[in-house]
């Protein structure tokens, strides 16, 4: 998943944090969390509704987490 966060990260080094960066972070971060859980989700034999609500549930956890680490970077220069 960093792999492909690092591109847009790289493109942006430039810029300062604002919070429209930070939130198009946020976004995109889970956005690439949804996309490994679903494709995890697929290669799974078993077709149960328990890892489509752990990741829901992981999702809903993880948002606030990623949104408050992200604050801490508002305002500053470099993101790597």
């Given at each position: 998943?960093?792999?492909?966060l690092l591109?847009?990260l790289k493109?942006?080094l430039d810029?300062?944090?604002?919070?429209?960066l930070?939130?198009?972070?946020?976004?995109?971060?889970?956005?690439l969390?949804r996309?490994?859980?679903?494709?995890?989700?697929?290669?799974?034999t078993?077709?149960?509704?328990?890892?489509?609500?752990?990741?829901?549930?992981?999702?809903?956890?993880?948002?606030p987490?990623?949104?408050?680490a992200?604050l801490?970077?508002?305002?500053?220069r470099?993101?790597?």
């Amino acid at each position: 998943m960093l792999v492909d966060l690092l591109p847009f990260l790289k493109a942006h080094l430039d810029d300062t944090c604002s919070s429209s960066l930070l939130e198009a972070i946020r976004r995109l971060t889970l956005q690439l969390v949804r996309a490994q859980n679903l494709s995890l989700i697929a290669g799974t034999t078993q077709h149960t509704s328990q890892p489509s609500r752990l990741s829901c549930c992981y999702q809903g956890q993880l948002d606030p987490l990623l949104e408050d680490a992200l604050l801490k970077f508002q305002g500053c220069r470099y993101l790597l």
